[in-house]
């Protein structure tokens, strides 16, 4: 197949671009390098730098293929900014990029014929629970960044009401893990907890902060549901041949066990054997107490098998790649002087 990646510049997005190439598919990524990394695009790929706001470089890029060439296949959409904190205090921005962005690329796929869209959806969408949630379990966004995932979604099942376009949204729980050495998790500013914890354990940091120890859980932190960023990956090339069956999927993605904030640490440590001090900090807006996934739709509908399911492993994972990576990617090297290791980069290339 010949498939457009828009955000395959990013942590998930480029995992993903990898393995279609290495399916045989032909990819192009599409990334406005706002949030994500030259350096994580998969050789083989095509790529284009484009924002899914400009309409004009959109339609261009999906007019490349004409349709006596086939057009493209599909559209996986990973462009969107993920921080649910930072979605409850510019919730403007967020409403743009992932409602407006991703309803310019939607609109897109129907006027130029592409008949699949798979969607980075979120676990963000759901309310908490303390049992695992399945797909059927209520709606109920705790952030902006989640009301916008949801917002697609629903958008999503009307334009294949209407047109026809087949959707498979899929909802993550906590993507965590690298491919090391050509692919790991780096984000500016970083908001996700196990590369928080790793920087500590590098001394980048002087300690990991605890957003809330008086959640109704054991321990009083929020419990969440950790995979691998290559098992997630892995459902999407699933969903994608899936859709020749089904017009429209949502499915959950997870490992359907829960760990709290101080568990994860607890493993970090003994991964990293480093201390790794904590700080107790307030709640951070926007975040629920417990989101664990039944997967169970997934694994019928998709055949999907999470291969890297240890919390142990999938933190080691991360580890090797930060300590090969401690700067992250290399355009780290023009913000942070610190960072000996990483050759400038010119940016004016």
Same mark, same amino acid.
């Given at each position: ?15 993903? *671009? ?19 990394? %030259? ?17 004009? &470089? ?50 897109? *796929? ?7 869209? +798979? ?24 952030? +902006?960044?989640?009301? &916008? ?67 109704? &859980? ?10 691998? +960023? =290559? ?39 003994? =991964? &990293? ?18 989101? =664990? ?40 090297? %023009? ?15």
């Amino acid at each position: 197949m010949r498939i457009l990646v828009t955000g395959g510049a990013g942590y998930i997005g480029s995992v993903v *671009a990898d393995q279609l190439l290495s399916a045989g598919h032909q990819v192009t990524v599409y990334d406005s390098l706002i949030k994500g990394h %030259r350096e994580a695009i998969p050789a083989g790929a095509d790529f284009v730098e484009g924002d899914i706001l400009d309409r004009a &470089t959109l339609n261009v890029t999906l007019s490349k293929r004409s349709p006596s060439a086939g057009g493209y296949d599909a559209i996986m959409h990973f462009a969107a900014f993920i921080e649910a904190g930072a979605s409850m205090r510019e919730a403007s921005q967020f409403y743009r990029n992932n409602v407006a962005g991703s309803i310019a690329v939607i609109n897109a *796929a129907v006027e130029h014929g592409v008949p699949r869209f +798979v969607f980075s959806s979120s676990a963000g969408v759901c309310a908490g629970k303390d049992t695992p949630i399945t797909e059927d379990d209520p709606i109920g966004p705790a952030s +902006v960044y989640g009301h &916008t995932k949801r917002m697609i979604e629903e958008a999503l099942g009307w334009y294949q009401r209407v047109h026809g376009l087949r959707f498979a949204a899929l909802r993550y729980f906590n993507a965590a893990g690298a491919t090391s050495p050509e692919r790991g998790e780096d984000h500016a500013p970083e908001t996700h907890l196990i590369p928080l914890v790793l920087q500590v354990a590098l001394g980048q940091q002087d300690c990991a902060c605890i957003f809330g120890d008086d959640y109704p &859980t054991p321990d009083g932190t929020c419990i969440r549901d950790y995979i691998h +960023v =290559v098992d997630l990956s892995e459902a999407h090339v699933l969903a994608l041949g899936a859709l020749d069956d089904h017009p429209a999927l949502i499915c959950n993605l997870g490992n359907g066990a829960g760990y709290s904030v101080k568990e994860v640490i607890e493993a970090a440590r003994a =991964v &990293t054997g480093q201390p790794i001090p904590t700080q107790i900090e307030p709640r951070r807006a926007g975040d629920a107490a417990i989101l =664990v996934a039944d997967a169970g739709k997934a694994r019928r509908l998709l055949g999907w098998q999470p291969r890297i399911p240890d919390l142990r492993d999938i933190i080691a994972s991360a580890w090797d790649w930060h300590r090969a990576h401690p700067c992250g990617y290399a355009h780290k090297a %023009r913000i942070d002087p610190a960072c000996p290791d990483l050759r400038p980069v010119d940016w004016r290339v």
